[in-house]
């Protein structure tokens, strides 16, 4: 979009200046002039009384949506292990193959990990397209976005899916900027719309109090980092099989600006939130870090481990990795207790997909009853130790 002032046109009034949003226009020499911070909204269009301003498309690149086909998962891998959300992709990527009608496919950096297409065959990958080399044994963005943009480039895929994990959400964007197609980060949702075909990417924005649906109409391939922990994992089919396409692996030596000197393990607590099948967690009400040891106790006594609502993190009384919620982790275990948890709608986008909710709270009015399949009004202080009681029996 162009943005033009009709300099015979012009009659210096400023009427523009004064309501352009964006601060872009200066008047020199009483004529209106449009600077580089013009986004091409238009509104000095229709402000200018003197029909001044005019604005003009630009070509557009124009992309022939029909060479595109088949859904790509990029296949995260860690020392040679798929990561979780790579099976949760294959879940989802395999809903939206079969209502397009089309492959799903998967893409496989690393060194000597040829033994992981198998695994990814029998969550449901068709064909995996597989780059082996030494200077892909561990993630570096130069190294991976090449080898795949090059495979993008080659087989024309219509949906690339990453896990929005620290690897995805840095190669999604560099992914993107490179095929200059659109991405959305992460997704919570993914649907197909009926009509067109194209892919609708849902994802919390502005703290999570909207959803935003998000298309990508006219670029391709559609991409998305989707959040861990949301989607379901694909069924593992024991000796399905599939086609391994080699991807070819060209690198020079400066074509790669990231060395890596040292890969250093979380030294801090490491919690599995996301593979936890009972979690007991506590938010505020527990009043101080002492509530989480009596929580501990029914968690130990279940099989299960500990999680908090982010106010108890700010306040210090347990570790950032135990945070639930869309700014911690996302959960979906078969029982989650929510202890003195109000139930925050950022919490709750973090739990809410667990089989059975117990919420225990004093508050009867506490929206998180509102998720809850079972409901305690009390102080956690006695309800907990009751429980423990009861379990002992
Ligand atoms: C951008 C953004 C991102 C966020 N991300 C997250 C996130 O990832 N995770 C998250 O959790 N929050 C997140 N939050 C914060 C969220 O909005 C809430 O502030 C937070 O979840 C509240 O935590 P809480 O329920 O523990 O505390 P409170 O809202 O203070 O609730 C405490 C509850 O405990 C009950 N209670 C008090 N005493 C007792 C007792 N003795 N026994 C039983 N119940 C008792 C009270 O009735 C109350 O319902 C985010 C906020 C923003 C703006
Ligand atoms: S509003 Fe129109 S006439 Fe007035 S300064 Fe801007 S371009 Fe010129
Ligand atoms: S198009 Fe919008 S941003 Fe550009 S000069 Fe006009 S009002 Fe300002």
């Given at each position: 979009m162009a943005v033009n002032v009709i300099k015979e046109k012009c009659r210096g009034c400023s009427i523009c200046v004064k309501n352009c949003p964006f601060e872009a226009i200066t008047m020199e020499n009483k004529l209106a002039v449009i600077g580089t911070a013009c986004t091409g909204c238009g509104v000095c269009v229709e402000k200018c009384p003197f029909d001044a301003i005019e604005k003009s498309e630009e070509p557009k690149d124009t992309v022939d949506l029909s060479e595109y086909r088949d859904v790509w998962v990029f296949a995260e891998?860690?020392?040679?292990?798929?990561m979780p959300v790579v099976k949760e992709l294959l879940g989802e990527g395999r809903k939206l193959a079969d209502e397009i009608g089309c492959s799903l496919c998967s893409v496989l950096c690393g060194n000597h990990v040829e033994g992981l297409a198998d695994e990814l065959f029998e969550y449901g990958a068709d064909k995996v397209y597989l780059a082996d080399h030494k200077e892909l044994e561990s993630?570096?963005?130069?190294?991976?976005?090449?080898?795949?943009?090059?495979?993008?480039?080659?087989?024309?895929?219509?949906?690339?899916?990453?896990?929005?994990t620290h690897i995805g959400r840095d190669l999604g964007p560099c992914l993107a900027v490179r095929c200059n197609t659109g991405l959305t980060a992460d997704c919570t949702k993914l649907e197909i719309d009926v009509e067109d075909k194209k892919i609708k990417q849902t994802r919390p924005a502005f703290g999570g109090n909207l959803m935003a649906t998000i298309v990508c109409p006219n670029h391709r391939?559609?991409?998305?980092?989707?959040?861990?922990?949301?989607?379901?994992?694909?069924?593992?089919?024991?000796?399905?099989?599939?086609?391994?396409i080699p991807l070819s692996v060209s690198f020079e030596e400066d074509d790669i600006r990231t060395r890596i000197l040292e890969v250093v393990k979380q030294a801090g607590e490491?919690?599995?939130?996301?593979?936890?099948?009972?979690?007991?967690?506590?938010?505020?009400?527990?009043?101080?870090?002492?509530?989480?040891?009596?929580?501990?106790?029914?968690?130990?006594?279940?099989?299960?481990?500990?999680?908090?609502?982010?106010?108890?993190?700010?306040?210090?009384?347990?570790?950032?990795?135990?945070?639930?919620?869309?700014?911690?982790?996302?959960?979906?275990?078969k029982l989650y207790f929510a202890c003195g948890i109000s139930g925050a709608i950022q919490h709750v986008a973090g739990?809410?997909?667990?089989?059975?909710?117990?919420?225990?709270?004093?508050?009867?009015?506490?929206?998180?009853?509102?998720?809850?399949?079972?409901?305690?009004?009390?102080?956690?202080?006695?309800v907990i130790p009751a429980l423990i009681e009861a379990l002992d029996k």
């Open positions: 891998q860690r020392e040679g292990a798929l993630y570096r963005t130069d190294a991976y976005t090449s080898v795949i943009h090059d495979a993008i480039k080659s087989h024309k895929p219509e949906i690339v899916l990453l896990g929005a391939p559609q991409m998305s980092t989707v959040r861990p922990g949301v989607m379901e994992k694909a069924e593992r089919q024991e000796g399905r099989k599939g086609q391994v490491a919690v599995s939130l996301t593979d936890a099948e009972i979690i007991v967690s506590g938010g505020m009400g527990l009043g101080g870090a002492e509530g989480f040891e009596l929580l501990k106790k029914l968690a130990d006594k279940l099989g299960g481990v500990v999680a908090a609502s982010r106010a108890a993190v700010d306040a210090g009384w347990i570790d950032h990795s135990y945070q639930v919620g869309q700014t911690g982790t996302t959960v979906r275990p739990m809410q997909n667990s089989e059975q909710i117990i919420a225990i709270n004093k508050n009867p009015a506490a929206p998180i009853f509102e998720v809850a399949d079972y409901g305690i009004v009390g102080d956690f202080n006695q």
